[in-house]
């Protein structure tokens, strides 16, 4: 699978790897925790197995091997061979065949699959681990996908040093509506109306975890991504819920967010739906798999379309 353009940003990643933290070594991860595993689902890959994690100008792919791929995450236009595709749905690509998109809007990561993994990228090739070509398809119903309004504010509950901040500067933390400042893996950084702590203090380095926020010197807000490091020496003053940290991913520069208190027991149980919707999503996933009858690209009335058969369609 080789290179054609290399786009902007593009990294083989799985789910994230605990249990080095105390070495200086974050667990890394995608940045869309639900893209990363609804694209595994569809392509009946396991959470360990690699997909590309692509943001800004994206990159264009040749295939030498027939391969089931999936594209998942912030919305684009795909293109097989100049043909469109849809999103959220797995998709064969024949030897010799183009991969190409275009960006619809500013910001967010996407996320391409193939079915047996990715191993990594050198020299210009992508490396795939156990290239697989599947016999069925799979797409996602709509009625069963729904993502959050962007005008909900992000949910998130109180942070260690939630007492350094005095209900003047809580409610300025909640109230205002921050601009998105620039956004990568190590970190979301807003701007808006300074909050400051109630005292001048030295916080000791301490552990930092994906989705804490940070209030800098500036008293402007930071929230650390999948990139972060362990530790970190600014005030937190709240964590994200788990469930929002994707949503937090996918904004863009210039974008606007807020911010909404809930408790931790209403973030375990956001959390809890979150897992159960993606246990009964992967069985419907598994059930709907139909055998191919043909897979490839037709032409009616002159217009290239890309075609998919199962026995019930």
């Known amino acids: 699978m080789k290179l054609l353009t290399a786009g902007f940003f593009l990294l083989p990643v799985d789910a994230p790897r605990y249990g080095r933290e105390r070495f200086g070594i974050g667990p890394g991860g995608p940045m869309d925790t639900r893209a990363l595993r609804l694209n595994q689902l569809l392509l009946g890959n396991s959470e360990d197995d690699r997909a590309l994690e692509m943001a800004g100008p994206l990159p264009s792919f040749h295939f030498e091997e027939a391969v089931s791929v999936a594209v998942t995450g912030k919305p684009v236009r795909i293109f097989l061979d100049g043909q469109p595709l849809a999103m959220r749905r797995s998709f064969n690509v024949r030897p010799g065949s183009a991969l190409t998109f275009e960006r619809i809007e500013a910001g967010g990561w996407t996320y391409l699959g193939v079915a047996g993994g990715i191993e990594g990228i050198a020299n210009g090739e992508v490396q795939l681990k156990a290239p ?182």
């Open 132 to 313: 697989r070509f599947n016999d069925w398809s799979a797409f996602l119903p709509e009625t069963l996908y729904c993502e959050r309004s962007k005008e909900e504010p992000i949910r998130v509950v109180a942070g260690p040093e939630w007492d350094w901040f005095d209900t003047r500067a809580r409610r300025t933390f909640f109230e205002q509506s921050y601009q998105v400042d620039s956004i990568d893996r190590l970190g979301c950084r807003l701007k808006g109306e300074p909050v400051y702590t109630r005292n001048p203090k030295e916080l000791i380095s301490s552990p930092v975890s994906a989705g804490v926020v940070q209030i800098t010197g500036g008293g402007q807000p930071v929230v650390l991504m999948a990139g972060r490091p362990t530790i970190g020496g600014y005030p937190r003053i709240a964590f994200l819920a788990p469930t929002d940290l994707s949503r937090l991913a996918q904004t863009a520069e210039g974008q606007s967010v807020r911010f909404r208190e809930i408790t931790i027991a209403e973030a375990e149980r956001a959390y809890r739906e979150e897992t159960e919707w993606m246990t009964r999503l992967e069985r419907v996933l598994e059930n709907q798999r139909e055998p191919l009858l043909f897979s490839g690209s037709v032409r009616v009335n002159g217009h290239p379309f890309y075609v998919q058969i199962t026995p019930t369609g």
